[in-house]
């Protein structure tokens, strides 16, 4: 993929008065994360009318789906800090290696989960609970989600490559494309209407696997039909050991906040497991839920991190101040209105 590089003469990062602009930023990223938590949500919905060990599964299946997020997660901040810090620094040829590597990680984090899927996905689910058909299920629809995962990476990568350089609407158009396609696919695969076949819970798989899926041709798309501050080019790439150390350098932070929730789950799950699977159903259920804040305010902090970076490598400490004590102040506020929201209304 090529893109037509140009340098442009003011970035808005550097420019546009910071409530001004964090609320540019952030607000298609907090619309585009809570509409990217309804994946799971919307899957759980239907699933759950399948049958209860079916949404056992699937909430059995949660915390692996949630550390493929946490990996491209952590690999695309890694690079969204790079590119934003090389733009800041008006350092073209490093913003564009950079998105050379990030598609080349891309490939490698799908081959990693490709593994996972095969060999690891059910020792998992088995490790557990011993209900045979919760780990039947619960295979089924892991290993589609990861053999099929390359659609999650690059989406991710490329949703950070058009953050980075200040276009966060696309992002939230892509990611808000990829749920309404699966929240449609979802009753159409797992119930059967019209011509399609009633797939149960690998319809809900394929759902999820589709909606990322067109998310990640949306976003090639945008990047084809504007021109773009980077290139990505696979002509003459050379592998930048170098920078892939930076990009995890810069990400590693993200990926474990991101995979400590995973890690929680799973062990909070092994208790449950010996009360009943109608246990992990409902915590699963409840996680699902928690995460529409979650996500939201991370979407903020999306937003608010490529302002900080610019600014920090553009030598405005300034307006790197004023996003950090904005950002701070709207994350607490979100957080606060959102733990209010789930302890008065838990029903």
Not at 23 to 38: F, G, H, K, V
Not at 224 to 238: A, E, N, P, R, T
Not at 301 to 329: E, K, V, W
């Amino acid at each position: 993929m090529s893109t037509t590089a140009v340098q442009p003469k003011e970035n808005k990062m550097g420019t546009m008065p910071i409530n001004k602009l964090l609320l540019n930023m952030s607000l298609p990223m907090m619309i585009a994360m809570l509409i990217q938590a309804l994946y799971n949500i919307i899957d759980s919905m239907f699933v759950a009318q399948i049958s209860e060990n079916a949404l056992s599964a699937v909430s059995l299946a949660f915390p692996m789906q949630n550390f493929m997020i946490a990996v491209g997660t952590g690999t695309g901040v890694g690079v969204n800090a790079l590119l934003s810090k090389s733009l800041g620094a008006k350092r073209i040829k490093i913003a564009n290696k950079t998105a050379n590597v990030s598609m080349f990680l891309v490939f490698m984090n799908w081959i990693l989960f490709i593994l996972i899927g095969l060999f690891v996905a059910k020792p998992f689910l088995m490790g557990q609970t011993k209900v045979a058909e919760i780990v039947d299920y619960g295979n089924i629809y892991l290993r589609i989600c990861c053999v099929a995962s390359l659609g999650i990476y690059a989406e991710i990568a490329l949703e950070r490559l058009l953050q980075a350089t200040g276009r966060t609407f696309y992002t939230m158009i892509t990611q808000a494309t990829g749920a309404i396609v699966n929240i449609i696919l979802d009753p159409i695969l797992i119930f059967g209407i019209g011509i399609f076949p009633a797939m149960g819970i690998r319809g809900a798989a394929v759902a999820t696997v589709a909606g990322y899926l067109l998310s990640m041709i949306l976003a090639f798309a945008l990047l084809l039909g504007k021109k773009q501050k980077v290139q990505v080019k696979i002509k003459g790439f050379h592998l930048q050991k170098w920078l892939i150390g930076r990009i995890f350098t810069l990400g590693l932070p993200s990926f474990i906040m991101n995979a400590l929730s995973s890690f929680m789950v799973t062990f909070v799950n092994f208790f449950l497991v010996a009360y009943s699977d109608t246990a992990i159903a409902f915590f699963g259920a409840y996680f699902k839920v928690q995460q529409l804040i979650v996500m939201t305010v991370n979407g903020l902090i999306q937003g608010c991190l490529p302002i900080m970076r610019f600014n920090y490598s553009a030598g405005n400490r300034d307006r790197l101040h004023s996003a950090f004590r904005y950002g701070t102040a709207l994350v607490s506020g979100m957080m606060i209105l959102g733990t209010l929201t789930v302890i008065l209304f838990p029903a």
